[in-house]
Protein backbone atom coordinates (compact mmCIF):
# COMPACT_ATOMS: atom_id res chain seq x y z
CA UNK A 1 0.00 0.00 0.00
CA UNK A 2 1.54 3.21 -1.00
CA UNK A 3 -0.02 6.87 -1.13
CA UNK A 4 1.40 7.61 -4.40
CA UNK A 5 -0.64 5.18 -5.95
CA UNK A 6 -3.58 8.03 -5.39
CA UNK A 7 -3.37 9.11 -8.95
CA UNK A 8 -4.99 5.89 -10.04
CA UNK A 9 -7.89 5.96 -7.96
CA UNK A 10 -9.21 9.01 -10.26
CA UNK A 11 -10.79 6.85 -12.73
CA UNK A 12 -12.68 3.87 -11.07
CA UNK A 13 -11.71 0.60 -12.31
CA UNK A 14 -13.59 -1.73 -14.23
CA UNK A 15 -16.30 -3.82 -12.44
CA UNK A 16 -19.52 -6.16 -12.89
CA UNK A 17 -21.98 -4.29 -14.08
CA UNK A 18 -24.77 -2.81 -11.78
CA UNK A 19 -28.12 -3.29 -12.26
CA UNK A 20 -30.82 -0.35 -12.24
CA UNK A 21 -33.01 0.30 -9.33
CA UNK A 22 -36.42 1.73 -9.27
CA UNK A 23 -36.50 3.75 -6.49
CA UNK A 24 -33.73 5.00 -4.39
CA UNK A 25 -29.95 5.17 -4.14
CA UNK A 26 -28.69 2.01 -5.69
CA UNK A 27 -26.78 0.56 -2.14
CA UNK A 28 -24.16 -0.93 -3.93
CA UNK A 29 -23.17 1.92 -5.62
CA UNK A 30 -22.99 3.26 -2.56
CA UNK A 31 -21.02 0.20 -1.08
CA UNK A 32 -18.45 1.15 -3.66
CA UNK A 33 -18.69 4.52 -2.97
CA UNK A 34 -17.99 4.02 0.66
CA UNK A 35 -14.71 1.67 -0.33
CA UNK A 36 -13.21 4.30 -3.11
CA UNK A 37 -12.97 6.99 -0.16
CA UNK A 38 -11.57 4.96 1.85
CA UNK A 39 -9.07 3.43 -0.73
CA UNK A 40 -8.27 7.10 -1.66
CA UNK A 41 -7.16 8.05 1.77
CA UNK A 42 -4.63 4.70 2.40
CA UNK A 43 -3.58 4.73 -1.30
CA UNK A 44 -4.59 1.42 -1.31
CA UNK A 45 -2.90 -0.88 -4.02
CA UNK A 46 -4.79 -0.43 -7.65
CA UNK A 47 -5.17 -4.68 -7.79
CA UNK A 48 -6.55 -5.16 -3.92
CA UNK A 49 -9.30 -2.36 -4.70
CA UNK A 50 -10.35 -3.58 -7.81
CA UNK A 51 -10.71 -7.02 -6.77
CA UNK A 52 -12.64 -5.51 -3.59
CA UNK A 53 -14.93 -3.39 -5.50
CA UNK A 54 -16.87 -7.02 -6.90
CA UNK A 55 -18.13 -10.08 -5.29
CA UNK A 56 -15.84 -13.04 -5.81
CA UNK A 57 -18.14 -15.24 -6.49
CA UNK A 58 -22.34 -15.13 -6.74
CA UNK A 59 -25.09 -17.54 -7.26
CA UNK A 60 -28.88 -16.77 -9.30
CA UNK A 61 -30.85 -19.46 -8.19
CA UNK A 62 -34.51 -20.33 -9.44
CA UNK A 63 -36.30 -22.63 -7.06
CA UNK A 64 -39.50 -24.45 -8.13
CA UNK A 65 -42.19 -24.57 -4.78
CA UNK A 66 -44.97 -26.52 -4.30
CA UNK A 67 -47.72 -24.43 -3.04
CA UNK A 68 -51.09 -25.70 -0.65
CA UNK A 69 -53.15 -25.24 -3.68
CA UNK A 70 -50.69 -28.04 -5.57
CA UNK A 71 -50.07 -25.88 -7.99
CA UNK A 72 -46.01 -24.76 -8.20
CA UNK A 73 -44.80 -21.49 -8.12
CA UNK A 74 -41.05 -20.15 -9.36
CA UNK A 75 -39.20 -18.24 -7.12
CA UNK A 76 -35.93 -16.44 -7.76
CA UNK A 77 -32.95 -16.13 -5.13
CA UNK A 78 -29.48 -15.02 -4.76
CA UNK A 79 -26.11 -16.42 -2.38
CA UNK A 80 -23.47 -13.40 -3.51
CA UNK A 81 -19.90 -14.48 -1.32
CA UNK A 82 -18.02 -11.33 -1.48
CA UNK A 83 -14.54 -11.80 0.13
CA UNK A 84 -13.27 -14.76 1.83
CA UNK A 85 -9.42 -13.71 2.06
CA UNK A 86 -9.76 -13.94 6.23
CA UNK A 87 -12.01 -16.91 6.28
CA UNK A 88 -15.22 -18.25 5.76
CA UNK A 89 -17.68 -16.43 4.17
CA UNK A 90 -20.65 -15.53 6.44
CA UNK A 91 -24.05 -13.76 6.10
CA UNK A 92 -27.89 -13.84 6.58
CA UNK A 93 -30.28 -14.88 4.52
CA UNK A 94 -33.51 -11.65 3.57
CA UNK A 95 -36.86 -12.91 1.95
CA UNK A 96 -37.93 -9.77 1.22
CA UNK A 97 -40.61 -8.84 -2.46
CA UNK A 98 -37.77 -5.94 -3.01
CA UNK A 99 -34.68 -8.34 -2.60
CA UNK A 100 -32.23 -7.67 -5.94
CA UNK A 101 -28.96 -9.01 -6.96
CA UNK A 102 -27.23 -5.16 -6.14
CA UNK A 103 -28.79 -5.49 -2.44
CA UNK A 104 -27.50 -8.52 -2.08
CA UNK A 105 -23.73 -7.67 -3.08
CA UNK A 106 -24.09 -4.50 -0.96
CA UNK A 107 -24.98 -6.40 1.93
CA UNK A 108 -22.18 -8.57 1.20
CA UNK A 109 -19.93 -6.49 0.68
CA UNK A 110 -20.69 -4.90 4.43
CA UNK A 111 -20.73 -8.22 6.04
CA UNK A 112 -16.93 -8.16 4.80
CA UNK A 113 -16.38 -4.90 6.58
CA UNK A 114 -18.40 -5.78 9.87
CA UNK A 115 -16.31 -9.06 10.27
CA UNK A 116 -12.90 -7.60 9.51
CA UNK A 117 -13.97 -4.14 11.68
CA UNK A 118 -14.96 -7.00 14.44
CA UNK A 119 -11.41 -9.11 13.68
CA UNK A 120 -13.36 -12.83 13.43
CA UNK A 121 -11.73 -15.21 10.86
CA UNK A 122 -14.91 -14.81 8.59
CA UNK A 123 -15.36 -13.22 5.41
CA UNK A 124 -18.91 -11.97 3.79
CA UNK A 125 -21.63 -13.02 2.28
CA UNK A 126 -25.38 -12.50 2.20
CA UNK A 127 -28.24 -14.19 0.18
CA UNK A 128 -31.91 -13.52 -0.69
CA UNK A 129 -35.13 -14.57 -2.12
CA UNK A 130 -37.53 -12.31 -4.19
CA UNK A 131 -40.44 -13.50 -2.30
CA UNK A 132 -43.37 -11.76 0.10
CA UNK A 133 -43.03 -13.47 3.31
CA UNK A 134 -46.17 -12.79 4.86
CA UNK A 135 -48.17 -13.91 1.91
CA UNK A 136 -46.73 -17.61 2.27
CA UNK A 137 -48.33 -20.21 5.00
CA UNK A 138 -46.14 -21.77 7.08
CA UNK A 139 -45.62 -24.92 4.89
CA UNK A 140 -44.82 -23.01 2.02
CA UNK A 141 -42.34 -21.16 4.03
CA UNK A 142 -40.79 -24.32 5.00
CA UNK A 143 -40.41 -25.64 1.23
CA UNK A 144 -38.80 -22.42 0.06
CA UNK A 145 -36.55 -22.53 2.67
CA UNK A 146 -35.67 -26.59 1.69
CA UNK A 147 -35.59 -25.76 -2.12
CA UNK A 148 -33.36 -22.23 -1.21
CA UNK A 149 -31.15 -24.50 0.37
CA UNK A 150 -31.16 -27.48 -2.17
CA UNK A 151 -30.11 -25.03 -4.56
CA UNK A 152 -27.53 -23.12 -2.78
CA UNK A 153 -26.23 -25.87 -0.22
CA UNK A 154 -23.69 -26.78 -3.25
CA UNK A 155 -21.68 -23.78 -2.01
CA UNK A 156 -22.89 -23.58 1.92
CA UNK A 157 -20.80 -25.39 4.57
CA UNK A 158 -19.18 -24.79 7.69
CA UNK A 159 -15.63 -24.03 6.03
CA UNK A 160 -16.98 -22.42 3.27
CA UNK A 161 -20.24 -19.81 3.60
CA UNK A 162 -22.14 -20.13 6.86
CA UNK A 163 -25.90 -18.32 6.48
CA UNK A 164 -27.84 -16.56 9.24
CA UNK A 165 -31.31 -15.07 9.62
CA UNK A 166 -31.86 -11.59 8.20
CA UNK A 167 -34.93 -9.05 7.57
CA UNK A 168 -38.17 -12.05 7.85
CA UNK A 169 -36.09 -15.28 8.41
CA UNK A 170 -35.98 -16.77 11.43
CA UNK A 171 -34.28 -18.89 13.54
CA UNK A 172 -37.12 -21.50 12.37
CA UNK A 173 -36.42 -21.33 9.13
CA UNK A 174 -32.65 -21.68 9.96
CA UNK A 175 -33.52 -24.50 11.87
CA UNK A 176 -35.33 -26.09 8.67
CA UNK A 177 -32.71 -24.96 6.42
CA UNK A 178 -30.10 -26.72 8.71
CA UNK A 179 -32.02 -30.00 8.71
CA UNK A 180 -32.37 -29.39 4.76
CA UNK A 181 -28.71 -29.20 4.78
CA UNK A 182 -28.14 -32.28 7.05
CA UNK A 183 -29.83 -34.78 4.60
CA UNK A 184 -28.08 -33.12 1.85
CA UNK A 185 -24.77 -34.14 3.34
CA UNK A 186 -25.94 -37.27 5.08
CA UNK A 187 -24.41 -35.78 8.68
CA UNK A 188 -25.47 -33.24 11.51
CA UNK A 189 -23.15 -30.28 10.14
CA UNK A 190 -24.74 -27.51 13.55
CA UNK A 191 -22.07 -25.05 11.77
CA UNK A 192 -23.10 -24.47 8.57
CA UNK A 193 -26.00 -21.87 9.85
CA UNK A 194 -25.74 -19.80 12.89
CA UNK A 195 -29.14 -18.00 14.86
CA UNK A 196 -30.79 -21.53 15.48
CA UNK A 197 -32.61 -21.88 17.93
CA UNK A 198 -30.89 -22.84 20.83
CA UNK A 199 -32.43 -26.31 21.13
CA UNK A 200 -30.79 -27.06 17.78
CA UNK A 201 -26.84 -25.43 18.30
CA UNK A 202 -27.82 -22.16 18.76
CA UNK A 203 -25.89 -19.79 21.10
CA UNK A 204 -26.78 -18.44 24.55
CA UNK A 205 -27.36 -14.95 24.43
CA UNK A 206 -27.44 -14.66 20.56
CA UNK A 207 -31.04 -12.68 21.06
CA UNK A 208 -30.05 -9.39 22.68
CA UNK A 209 -26.35 -9.38 21.36
CA UNK A 210 -26.75 -6.84 18.57
CA UNK A 211 -28.24 -4.56 21.41
CA UNK A 212 -25.90 -5.59 23.90
CA UNK A 213 -22.58 -4.72 21.44
CA UNK A 214 -23.72 -1.44 20.81
CA UNK A 215 -24.04 -0.82 24.55
CA UNK A 216 -20.42 -1.71 25.26
CA UNK A 217 -20.10 0.86 22.21
CA UNK A 218 -22.15 2.96 23.71
CA UNK A 219 -20.03 2.85 27.33
CA UNK A 220 -16.89 3.42 25.34
CA UNK A 221 -17.73 6.22 23.70
CA UNK A 222 -19.15 7.94 26.97
CA UNK A 223 -15.86 7.17 28.65
CA UNK A 224 -13.71 8.54 25.78
CA UNK A 225 -15.82 11.83 26.28
CA UNK A 226 -16.55 11.98 29.86
CA UNK A 227 -19.80 11.39 29.70
CA UNK A 228 -21.79 10.18 32.93
CA UNK A 229 -24.58 7.87 31.30
CA UNK A 230 -26.39 7.01 34.93
CA UNK A 231 -29.23 9.24 35.12
CA UNK A 232 -28.90 10.50 31.42
CA UNK A 233 -31.53 10.35 28.77
CA UNK A 234 -31.65 8.26 25.47
CA UNK A 235 -34.30 7.86 22.48
CA UNK A 236 -34.94 4.45 20.37
CA UNK A 237 -36.14 5.04 16.93
CA UNK A 238 -37.74 1.69 16.67
CA UNK A 239 -38.80 -0.85 19.07
CA UNK A 240 -37.62 -4.74 17.28
CA UNK A 241 -35.21 -6.46 18.42
CA UNK A 242 -32.92 -4.31 18.44
CA UNK A 243 -34.94 -1.15 19.93
CA UNK A 244 -36.46 -3.05 22.48
CA UNK A 245 -32.98 -4.81 23.92
CA UNK A 246 -31.37 -1.77 23.75
CA UNK A 247 -33.94 -0.19 26.36
CA UNK A 248 -33.61 -2.98 28.24
CA UNK A 249 -30.02 -3.18 28.43
CA UNK A 250 -29.91 1.05 28.21
CA UNK A 251 -31.46 0.97 31.76
CA UNK A 252 -29.69 -2.45 33.36
CA UNK A 253 -25.97 -1.57 32.29
CA UNK A 254 -25.64 1.57 31.63
CA UNK A 255 -28.48 3.21 34.15
CA UNK A 256 -30.00 5.55 31.51
CA UNK A 257 -33.47 7.17 31.34
CA UNK A 258 -35.08 5.71 27.64
CA UNK A 259 -37.43 9.06 27.53
CA UNK A 260 -38.53 8.42 24.01
CA UNK A 261 -39.17 5.18 21.19
CA UNK A 262 -41.40 4.87 18.39
CA UNK A 263 -42.35 1.80 15.66
CA UNK A 264 -43.67 1.76 12.70
CA UNK A 265 -47.49 2.72 14.28
CA UNK A 266 -46.09 5.89 16.54
CA UNK A 267 -43.72 7.53 18.56
CA UNK A 268 -44.16 8.53 22.57
CA UNK A 269 -42.50 10.37 24.89
CA UNK A 270 -42.22 10.66 28.52
CA UNK A 271 -39.91 13.06 30.48
CA UNK A 272 -39.60 11.16 33.67
CA UNK A 273 -38.44 7.91 31.48
CA UNK A 274 -40.03 4.16 30.00
CA UNK A 275 -39.52 1.13 32.31
CA UNK A 276 -38.75 -1.46 30.27
CA UNK A 277 -40.79 -4.33 31.67
CA UNK A 278 -43.96 -2.73 31.61
CA UNK A 279 -43.81 -1.39 27.85
CA UNK A 280 -42.48 -4.15 26.44
CA UNK A 281 -45.08 -6.28 27.89
CA UNK A 282 -47.62 -3.29 26.51
CA UNK A 283 -45.84 -3.38 23.26
CA UNK A 284 -46.39 -7.33 23.33
CA UNK A 285 -49.85 -7.08 24.45
CA UNK A 286 -51.13 -4.50 21.98
CA UNK A 287 -48.60 -4.74 18.99
CA UNK A 288 -47.27 -1.06 19.37
CA UNK A 289 -45.83 0.95 21.87
CA UNK A 290 -48.33 3.76 20.94
CA UNK A 291 -50.56 5.24 23.78
CA UNK A 292 -49.09 3.70 26.33
CA UNK A 293 -50.34 5.02 29.87
CA UNK A 294 -48.20 7.72 30.56
CA UNK A 295 -47.26 8.95 27.81
CA UNK A 296 -47.34 11.87 24.86
CA UNK A 297 -47.44 11.39 21.47
CA UNK A 298 -44.13 13.10 19.08
CA UNK A 299 -43.41 13.16 15.89
CA UNK A 300 -40.92 10.78 14.69
CA UNK A 301 -38.54 14.39 13.58
CA UNK A 302 -39.21 15.60 17.03
CA UNK A 303 -37.63 12.18 18.80
CA UNK A 304 -34.67 12.51 16.21
CA UNK A 305 -33.99 15.85 17.60
CA UNK A 306 -34.61 15.20 21.33
CA UNK A 307 -31.50 16.68 24.16
CA UNK A 308 -30.15 13.39 24.90
CA UNK A 309 -27.07 11.47 25.78
CA UNK A 310 -27.60 8.73 23.25
CA UNK A 311 -30.00 8.53 20.20
CA UNK A 312 -30.27 4.69 19.15
CA UNK A 313 -31.57 4.88 15.34
CA UNK A 314 -32.97 1.31 15.20
CA UNK A 315 -35.14 1.22 12.28
CA UNK A 316 -34.89 2.10 9.22
CA UNK A 317 -32.06 3.55 6.87
CA UNK A 318 -31.86 7.10 6.23
CA UNK A 319 -33.36 8.76 8.92
CA UNK A 320 -30.57 11.14 9.57
CA UNK A 321 -29.88 13.18 6.68
CA UNK A 322 -28.51 16.70 5.81
CA UNK A 323 -31.59 18.28 6.40
CA UNK A 324 -32.62 17.19 10.41
CA UNK A 325 -28.44 16.70 11.30
CA UNK A 326 -28.09 20.45 12.44
CA UNK A 327 -30.56 19.85 14.63
CA UNK A 328 -29.56 16.90 16.23
CA UNK A 329 -28.72 17.36 20.09
CA UNK A 330 -27.84 14.12 21.10
CA UNK A 331 -24.13 13.50 21.95
CA UNK A 332 -23.60 10.05 21.09
CA UNK A 333 -25.39 8.41 18.12
CA UNK A 334 -25.20 4.99 18.05
CA UNK A 335 -26.14 2.82 14.74
CA UNK A 336 -28.12 -0.24 15.46
CA UNK A 337 -30.02 0.04 12.59
CA UNK A 338 -27.77 -0.40 9.26
CA UNK A 339 -26.94 2.50 7.08
CA UNK A 340 -29.22 5.54 9.01
CA UNK A 341 -27.41 8.20 8.67
CA UNK A 342 -26.49 9.97 4.87
CA UNK A 343 -23.08 10.34 4.02
CA UNK A 344 -23.69 14.12 4.15
CA UNK A 345 -25.05 14.01 7.64
CA UNK A 346 -22.17 12.06 8.72
CA UNK A 347 -19.78 14.95 7.90
CA UNK A 348 -22.40 17.83 9.57
CA UNK A 349 -22.56 15.58 13.02
CA UNK A 350 -19.09 14.92 12.25
CA UNK A 351 -17.66 18.82 12.39
CA UNK A 352 -20.69 19.43 15.19
CA UNK A 353 -18.71 16.99 17.98
CA UNK A 354 -20.90 14.21 17.70
CA UNK A 355 -19.87 10.99 18.73
CA UNK A 356 -21.24 8.38 15.77
CA UNK A 357 -20.77 4.78 16.46
CA UNK A 358 -21.13 3.32 12.71
CA UNK A 359 -23.93 0.68 12.07
CA UNK A 360 -20.53 -1.59 10.97
CA UNK A 361 -19.16 -1.43 14.45
CA UNK A 362 -22.12 -0.76 16.50
CA UNK A 363 -24.23 -3.61 15.78
CA UNK A 364 -21.53 -6.08 15.07
CA UNK A 365 -22.69 -7.97 18.02
CA UNK A 366 -24.92 -9.88 16.35
CA UNK A 367 -22.20 -11.66 13.97
CA UNK A 368 -19.63 -11.52 16.73
CA UNK A 369 -22.00 -14.32 18.72
CA UNK A 370 -23.05 -15.80 15.23
CA UNK A 371 -19.14 -16.74 15.28
CA UNK A 372 -19.10 -17.56 18.95
CA UNK A 373 -22.35 -20.22 17.62
CA UNK A 374 -19.77 -21.21 15.07
CA UNK A 375 -16.99 -22.23 17.47
CA UNK A 376 -19.12 -23.75 20.20
CA UNK A 377 -21.33 -26.04 17.58
CA UNK A 378 -17.11 -26.88 16.11
CA UNK A 379 -16.23 -27.91 19.63
CA UNK A 380 -19.95 -29.64 20.59
CA UNK A 381 -19.43 -28.11 23.66
CA UNK A 382 -21.60 -24.69 24.78
CA UNK A 383 -20.88 -21.75 26.79
CA UNK A 384 -23.16 -19.97 29.76
CA UNK A 385 -24.66 -16.56 28.61
CA UNK A 386 -22.54 -14.91 30.91
CA UNK A 387 -18.78 -15.89 29.09
CA UNK A 388 -21.05 -15.05 26.09
CA UNK A 389 -21.80 -11.39 27.39
CA UNK A 390 -17.76 -11.57 28.31
CA UNK A 391 -16.86 -12.75 25.37
CA UNK A 392 -18.57 -10.19 23.47
CA UNK A 393 -17.59 -7.19 25.59
CA UNK A 394 -14.12 -7.88 24.99
CA UNK A 395 -14.61 -8.03 20.98
CA UNK A 396 -16.44 -4.76 21.08
CA UNK A 397 -14.01 -2.97 23.28
CA UNK A 398 -11.03 -4.10 20.79
CA UNK A 399 -13.26 -3.15 17.95
CA UNK A 400 -14.02 0.13 19.19
CA UNK A 401 -10.62 1.31 20.13
CA UNK A 402 -9.02 0.61 16.77
CA UNK A 403 -11.73 2.31 15.42
CA UNK A 404 -10.99 5.52 17.32
CA UNK A 405 -7.83 5.40 17.36
CA UNK A 406 -7.89 4.70 13.10
CA UNK A 407 -10.28 7.93 13.04
CA UNK A 408 -7.76 10.15 15.22
CA UNK A 409 -4.70 8.95 13.27
CA UNK A 410 -6.33 9.92 9.73
CA UNK A 411 -8.42 13.07 11.24
CA UNK A 412 -11.25 11.32 9.89
CA UNK A 413 -14.79 10.52 10.96
CA UNK A 414 -15.44 7.04 12.67
CA UNK A 415 -17.33 5.71 9.67
CA UNK A 416 -14.82 6.15 7.53
CA UNK A 417 -12.21 4.78 9.96
CA UNK A 418 -14.39 1.69 10.18
CA UNK A 419 -13.43 1.41 6.67
CA UNK A 420 -10.08 1.73 7.17
CA UNK A 421 -9.49 -0.67 9.66
CA UNK A 422 -11.57 -2.84 7.79
CA UNK A 423 -10.26 -2.74 4.25
CA UNK A 424 -6.35 -2.65 5.68
CA UNK A 425 -7.21 -5.93 7.44
CA UNK A 426 -8.79 -7.73 4.36
CA UNK A 427 -6.34 -6.29 1.76
CA UNK A 428 -3.67 -7.41 4.08
CA UNK A 429 -4.96 -10.92 4.26
CA UNK A 430 -5.17 -10.93 0.31
CA UNK A 431 -1.63 -9.91 0.02
CA UNK A 432 -0.52 -12.38 2.51
CA UNK A 433 -1.98 -15.74 0.17
CA UNK A 434 -0.60 -13.89 -2.96
CA UNK A 435 -3.82 -12.49 -4.51
CA UNK A 436 -2.37 -8.77 -4.91
P1 LIG B 1 -37.33 -5.65 13.81
O1 LIG B 1 -38.17 -5.98 12.63
O2 LIG B 1 -37.32 -6.58 14.98
O3 LIG B 1 -37.70 -4.18 14.36
C1 LIG B 1 -37.79 -3.06 13.56
C2 LIG B 1 -38.58 -2.00 14.33
O4 LIG B 1 -38.59 -0.79 13.59
C3 LIG B 1 -40.03 -2.39 14.57
O5 LIG B 1 -40.40 -2.05 15.89
C4 LIG B 1 -40.79 -1.49 13.59
O6 LIG B 1 -42.11 -1.19 14.02
C5 LIG B 1 -39.90 -0.27 13.63
N1 LIG B 1 -40.17 0.64 12.52
C6 LIG B 1 -40.46 0.35 11.23
N2 LIG B 1 -40.70 1.48 10.56
C7 LIG B 1 -40.54 2.50 11.44
C8 LIG B 1 -40.67 3.91 11.36
N3 LIG B 1 -41.02 4.51 10.22
N4 LIG B 1 -40.42 4.65 12.45
C9 LIG B 1 -40.08 4.07 13.61
N5 LIG B 1 -39.96 2.74 13.74
C10 LIG B 1 -40.19 1.98 12.68
O7 LIG B 1 -35.85 -5.47 13.24
P2 LIG B 1 -34.47 -5.50 14.02
O8 LIG B 1 -33.90 -6.86 13.90
O9 LIG B 1 -34.63 -4.85 15.34
O10 LIG B 1 -33.62 -4.56 13.05
C11 LIG B 1 -33.67 -3.15 13.14
C12 LIG B 1 -32.45 -2.58 12.42
O11 LIG B 1 -31.28 -3.13 13.04
C13 LIG B 1 -32.35 -2.95 10.94
O12 LIG B 1 -31.72 -1.88 10.26
C14 LIG B 1 -31.44 -4.16 10.95
O13 LIG B 1 -30.77 -4.33 9.70
C15 LIG B 1 -30.48 -3.75 12.06
N6 LIG B 1 -29.74 -4.89 12.61
C16 LIG B 1 -30.38 -5.83 13.35
C17 LIG B 1 -29.65 -6.92 13.84
C18 LIG B 1 -30.30 -7.96 14.71
O14 LIG B 1 -29.58 -8.85 15.19
N7 LIG B 1 -31.58 -7.89 14.97
C19 LIG B 1 -28.27 -7.05 13.55
C20 LIG B 1 -27.65 -6.06 12.79
C21 LIG B 1 -28.41 -4.98 12.32
Not at 264 to 270: F, R, T
Not at 287 to 297: I, N
Not at 400 to 406: H, K, L
Request: proline residues 6%.
Amino acid sequence: MSASNDASHNTAPLTIPVTETTSGPNPFITAQQQLDQAARIIGLDPAAHELLRSPLRELHLTMPVKMDSGQTKIFHGFRVQYNDARGPNKGGIRFHPDESIDTVRALAAWMTWKTAVMDIPLGGSKGGVICDPKALSPSELERLSRAYIRQAGRILGPDTDIPAPDVYTSPQIMAWMLDEYCAMHKKNRFGVITGKPIALGGSAGRGDATARGGIFCVREAAEALGLNLSGARAAIQGYGNAGSNAHKLAAELLGMKVIAVSDSKGCIYNPEGFAFPALNAYKKQTGSVAGFPGSAPISNSELLELDVAVLFPAALESVITAQNAPDIRAKIVAELANGPTTPEADTILYNKGVILIPDLLCNAGGVTVSYFEMVQNAYGYYWEEDEVHRRLEKKMKTAFRAVQQTAQSYKVHNRLAAYIVAIQRVAEAMKLRGWV
